[in-house]
C-alpha cells in the first residue's frame, strides 16, 4: 500500500472549516483514500474515502487532486468534539483488508 | 448488536502470566480485525479473520500470541506469559465488505498492562 504524509498538528478555530491535507504520490491506480479519526483514547472512526471523485457525507467532504497524488479532508464546520487525529489512509482495492495507521495529523480545534 | 464489544475494558497481568481479550462484533459483520496501540499513534495490526477462518495474520507475533473465532462466541485474542512490552490498548473492529469497500467498525478497546 502507498505511504502517506500529514502534518503532525493542526489548529482550528470553532466553527470554521477544518483542512486536512494528505500526500500519497505513489498511490496506484487501484488505491482507495481512507481517512479515519480516533478521538481522545476511543476506537478509530471511520470518516469516508473516495478513488477518483470528490465524495461528501454527513461528516466531512474529501476532495482528491486530479492526479490523485493528494487529497484534503475537510470538515466544514470544526465543533470542539473534532478534536482529535485523523489519519489518512491507502489502501488496495483488493487484498488483506487491514488498515495500515500512519502518525496522523492531530487537529485541536480552539474555542 | 450494533457495536463492536470488547471486554474487559481494562485487564493487569503479572509479567509470566496469561492474559484473553474477548470481542464481539457486529451481527453480520464477517470480518474481524486485532490491532494493537502500544504509544498513542502507533498502530499495528496483528490478524483478521473471514468467518471463523484466520484471513491474514501477518502481523502476528510467531510466540505467545494465539486468536479465534469460534461460531456463536466471541472472538478471543490469547497473549500466554505476557511480558512488559505486550502492555497497549488492543482493538478489534469488525467489517461486512459487501456493504461497502473496507469501513471498519472499532470497538472501544482493551488496555493491557503488564507489570
Known amino acids: ?111 | 448488536g450494533e457495536e463492536v464489544a470488547q471486554t474487559p475494558k481494562h485487564l493487569v497481568r503479572g509479567e509470566g502470566q496469561k492474559a484473553k481479550l474477548y470481542c464481539a462484533p457486529i451481527k453480520g459483520h464477517s470480518y474481524v480485525f486485532w490491532y494493537q496501540q502500544v504509544l498513542k499513534n502507533e498502530f499495528k495490526f496483528l490478524i483478521s479473520f473471514q468467518n471463523e477462518n484466520v484471513f491474514d495474520e501477518t502481523g502476528m507475533p510467531k510466540e505467545r500470541f494465539s486468536a479465534k473465532c469460534l461460531p456463536n462466541s466471541p472472538c478471543s485474542l490469547e497473549i500466554q506469559a505476557t511480558k512488559l512490552e505486550d502492555s497497549a490498548v488492543y482493538f478489534c473492529a469488525s467489517s461486512q465488505p459487501s456493504q461497502g469497500p473496507y469501513e471498519q467498525y472499532f470497538g472501544p478497546g482493551t488496555r493491557l498492562t503488564v507489570t
Not at chain 1, 476506537?43 to 492526479?67: F, V
Request: glycine share 8%.
Open chain 1, 1 to 111: 500500500d502507498a505511504k502517506t504524509t500529514q502534518p503532525t498538528s493542526m489548529d482550528c478555530a470553532e466553527g470554521r472549516a477544518a483542512n486536512l491535507p494528505c500526500n500519497h504520490s505513489t498511490i496506484s491506480g487501484n488505491e482507495y483514500v481512507y481517512w479515519y479519526r480516533q478521538i481522545h483514547s476511543q476506537g478509530p472512526q471511520y470518516i469516508i474515502h473516495g478513488l477518483k471523485n470528490n465524495e461528501t457525507n454527513e461528516m466531512a467532504s474529501l476532495i482528491i487532486t486530479e492526479d490523485r497524488k493528494s487529497s484534503t479532508l475537510i470538515l466544514p464546520h470544526a465543533t470542539l468534539r473534532d478534536t482529535a487525529v485523523y489519519y489518512c489512509i491507502v489502501m488496495a482495492g483488493a487484498g488483506s483488508y487491514q488498515l495500515t495507521f500512519g502518525k496522523g495529523t492531530k487537529l485541536s480545534v480552539i474555542p
